[in-house]
């Protein structure tokens, strides 16, 4: 639910099934996309390093012998078994597993950025190749309106009110708009390829698009008020929360460590005596304690801690700044491709208006071929236009839904 939130820009598909389409699509590429399996990778080793610092220091063991044996009253004095455990001051494990922890949340954010990011490349790339479907079915009609208009000339050139000059200069013509159309065909497979890269397989996986895209008519709500809840912004809180928690276990680790032992030494008995204690071993319980007088080390800690905090709030501004300039900058391109997408439609009813005119004129026998072409280069230049305001259009929106959403 939470990635069908991100994707809310698909409903301005007027076909709801055709928006199903690229949100499946979405869907698989979270599922295989390798940079999102790399962050939650990292996840987990973050997380799993709770368990690491769960531990207390190691257990010290000794054994001597001694060679030259000391003796006693009760005996000479053989060996010295030793045992010694130091344990760190009160919740001082636990401080290491909340700061542990802490970092491992700051980079659960790394997977929703990584995600939010992967959404919109795949959206942008479908709908860069929805835009090269459409523009060569633009250059497609606009060709066989050529031909059409290549026939009306022979029959003009038969009765003597066309030259053969004007049929040249229509097939001419045709052939550039067949070199556009080759070329489309040509930067479609590339996105094809980027596409298809994005979601993780084979680059030749032939990528079917909607068959129509529209301009909604009104605006939907901006939600730049939730710009700061966004997870890059988020991030730099949970970065800023895990070097308080370094500091508390920074506070911790200057505390003293306790330290328990035992001491075994074996006592060999002395000849030719007998009393109550000759031979008896020696068993020393002990209690250590650990104390850091030249606490420097952690003083400067506490500093770059301060530092570090500073230097978080400065780089979160600075993030807050970038996205407020993007978020606005988009917010005003598809005002622009709205605008644009009307005067396009606007000037491509007034080209087919004047395009009617000239067949009516082909009727009376007085159409010029020139105007034929300077009307049919207008009609193609604006559907060529609207279709670049279109995929403008949703290309900001997705900028914004990433931002917003």
Request: glycine share 2%.
């Given at each position: 639910?939470?990635h069908?939130?991100?994707?809310?820009?698909?409903?301005?598909?007027?076909?709801?099934?055709?928006?199903q389409?690229?949100?499946?699509?979405i869907?698989?590429?979270?599922?295989?996309?390798?940079?999102?399996?790399?962050?939650?990778?990292?996840?987990?080793?973050?997380?799993?390093?709770?368990?690491?610092?769960?531990?207390?220091?190691?257990?010290?063991?000794?054994?001597?012998?001694?060679?030259?044996?000391?003796?006693?009253?009760?005996?000479?004095?053989?060996?010295?078994?030793?045992?010694?455990?130091?344990?760190?001051?009160?919740?001082?494990?636990?401080?290491?597993?909340?700061?542990?922890?802490?970092l491992?949340?700051?980079?659960?954010?790394?997977?929703?950025?990584?995600?939010?990011k992967?959404m919109?490349?795949?959206?942008?790339?479908?709908?860069?190749?929805?835009?090269?479907?459409?523009?060569?079915?633009?250059?497609?009609?606009?060709?066989?309106?050529l031909?059409?208009?290549?026939?009306?000339?022979?029959?003009?050139?038969?009765?003597?009110?066309?030259?053969?000059?004007?049929?040249?200069?229509?097939?001419?013509?045709?052939?550039?708009?067949?070199?556009?159309?080759?070329?489309l065909?040509?930067?479609f497979?590339?996105?094809?390829?980027?596409?298809n890269?994005?979601?993780?397989?084979?680059?030749?996986?032939?990528?079917?698009?909607?068959?129509?895209?529209?301009?909604?008519?009104?605006?939907?709500?901006?939600n730049?008020?939730?710009?700061?809840?966004?997870?890059?912004?988020?991030?730099?809180?949970?970065?800023?929360?895990?070097?308080?928690?370094?500091?508390?276990?920074?506070?911790?680790e200057?505390?003293?460590?306790?330290?328990?032992?035992?001491?075994?030494?074996?006592?060999?008995?002395?000849?030719?005596?007998?009393?109550?204690?000759?031979g008896?071993?020696?068993?020393?319980?002990?209690?250590?304690?650990?104390?850091?007088?030249?606490?420097?080390?952690?003083?400067?800690?506490?500093?770059?801690?301060?530092?570090?905090?500073e230097e978080?709030?400065?780089?979160?501004?600075?993030?807050?700044?970038?996205?407020?300039?993007?978020?606005?900058?988009?917010?005003?391109?598809?005002?622009?491709?709205?605008?644009?997408?009307?005067?396009?439609?606007?000037?491509?009813?007034?080209?087919?208006?004047?395009?009617?005119?000239?067949?009516?004129?082909?009727?009376?026998?007085?159409?010029d071929?020139?105007?034929?072409?300077?009307?049919?280069?207008?009609?193609?230049?604006?559907?060529?236009?609207?279709?670049?305001?279109?995929?403008?259009y949703?290309?900001?929106?997705?900028?914004?839904?990433?931002?917003?959403?």
């Amino acid at each position: 639910m939470k990635h069908i939130k991100i994707l809310i820009f698909v409903l301005f598909v007027s076909v709801s099934v055709k928006a199903q389409q690229l949100e499946s699509l979405i869907e698989v590429a979270l599922a295989n996309n390798p940079e999102i399996q790399k962050f939650e990778l990292r996840y987990k080793i973050a997380s799993e390093k709770i368990n690491e610092v769960n531990t207390i220091p190691n257990t010290e063991f000794g054994v001597g012998y001694f060679v030259s044996e000391p003796e006693t009253r009760t005996g000479a004095q053989r060996f010295k078994v030793s045992a010694k455990q130091m344990i760190p001051w009160f919740n001082t494990i636990a401080a290491r597993e909340n700061y542990v922890g802490s970092l491992a949340k700051a980079k659960y954010e790394d997977i929703v950025i990584a995600k939010r990011k992967l959404m919109t490349s795949v959206s942008q790339s479908y709908y860069n190749l929805y835009a090269n479907k459409a523009k060569q079915k633009v250059l497609i009609e606009n060709i066989e309106l050529l031909k059409t208009y290549e026939t009306l000339a022979l029959t003009s050139v038969e009765v003597g009110n066309a030259s053969v000059v004007d049929v040249l200069r229509l097939q001419m013509r045709q052939n550039e708009l067949q070199q556009l159309l080759d070329v489309l065909i040509q930067q479609f497979i590339a996105e094809q390829t980027v596409f298809n890269k994005l979601l993780n397989r084979e680059k030749a996986v032939k990528v079917t698009v909607i068959n129509e895209l529209i301009i909604p008519s009104e605006s939907f709500e901006d939600n730049s008020k939730v710009l700061e809840l966004h997870p890059e912004l988020l991030k730099f809180d949970k970065l800023y929360y895990s070097v308080e928690q370094s500091e508390l276990l920074n506070q911790k680790e200057s505390s003293p460590m306790i330290g328990f032992g035992l001491d075994y030494i074996n006592v060999e008995k002395r000849p030719n005596l007998d009393f109550g204690d000759n031979g008896k071993d020696i068993i020393m319980p002990m209690v250590s304690i650990s104390i850091p007088i030249f606490n420097n080390k952690y003083k400067s800690k506490t500093k770059q801690n301060l530092l570090q905090q500073e230097e978080i709030l400065s780089q979160k501004q600075e993030r807050l700044n970038k996205l407020i300039t993007r978020l606005d900058k988009a917010v005003n391109n598809r005002v622009s491709a709205r605008i644009s997408y009307k005067t396009q439609s606007k000037n491509l009813k007034q080209a087919k208006n004047a395009q009617d005119i000239l067949m009516k004129s082909y009727e009376t026998g007085k159409i010029d071929f020139n105007d034929v072409l300077d009307i049919q280069e207008l009609q193609l230049k604006f559907q060529l236009n609207q279709v670049e305001s279109i995929r403008k259009y949703y290309i900001q929106s997705t900028i914004i839904n990433y931002l917003t959403n």
